[in-house]
Each structure stands twice: as structure tokens, then as C-alpha cells.
């Protein structure tokens, strides 16, 4: 079984940066996708990034140019970087592996962490 445990949310200021990571446990043999999701208070989870193995990346438009997801893949630890950060980024996020271990595929979520950006 894959385990995520996402950490780096926080408080920070309008304009302010974080970096989200996940890291993943478990024998992985490879990545087949990565996202990064969140969900704000009463409403639905979106989509922010995702990557695939082939090399596809796509982000939401309200997220372009200013957050960037990637991958350690000796840590095998997803980030996401979030600069020019906006009130309206509120929410807890979620990364999300798709992939392959010695027991089968997998698709797995992390437990979220909470960012919050407020004056």
C-alpha cells in the first residue's frame, strides 16, 4: 500500500510563496501521474496540477504562471510550488499518485494540508 503525507501549508500573506511536498511511501517501480487538488470550504475539489509520466502537464487556469508541480524521483516526493499567492488560493490541498508497485497499480491521496492566505 502507497501512503501520502503532504506538509508545507501555512498562513502566509497575499503575494506570498509556498511549496507544498508529498512524499510517498511504499515500493514504488514507477509514476504513471502526480496531481495536486484542493478543496475550499463549501466547494467541490478541483483539479490544480497534474504531470504525467509521458511528460503532460496541465493547470488550472486560475493557478497558471504562478504554481509549478514537480518530482523528486529518487525521494519519490511530489511538490508544488505556489508563488503570488491569492486569498481566493484558500483551501486545504491534496496530492494524488497514480502508479505501479510490486503488488499492482495504485492510486492513492494524501490527508491535505491547509493553506490560507490572508493579510
Known amino acids: 500500500q502507497v501512503q501520502l503525507m503532504e506538509s508545507g501549508g501555512a498562513l502566509v500573506q497575499p503575494g506570498g510563496s509556498l511549496r507544498l511536498s508529498c512524499a510517498a511511501s511504499g515500493r514504488i517501480f514507477s509514476i504513471k501521474a502526480m496531481g495536486w487538488y484542493r478543496q475550499a470550504p463549501g466547494k467541490q475539489r478541483e483539479l490544480v496540477a497534474t504531470?504525467?509520466?509521458?511528460?503532460?502537464?496541465n493547470y488550472a487556469d486560475s493557478v497558471k504562471g504562478r504554481f509549478t508541480i514537480s518530482r523528486d524521483g529518487t525521494q519519490n516526493t511530489v511538490y508544488l510550488q505556489m508563488n503570488s499567492l491569492k486569498p481566493e488560493d484558500t483551501a486545504v490541498y491534496y496530492c494524488?499518485?497514480?502508479?505501479?508497485?510490486?503488488?499492482?497499480?495504485?492510486?492513492?491521496w494524501g490527508q491535505g494540508t491547509q493553506v490560507t492566505v490572508s493579510s
Open positions: 494524488n499518485l497514480e502508479g505501479v508497485t510490486n503488488w499492482g497499480d495504485f492510486n492513492s
Open positions: 504531470n504525467t509520466r509521458g511528460g503532460s502537464t
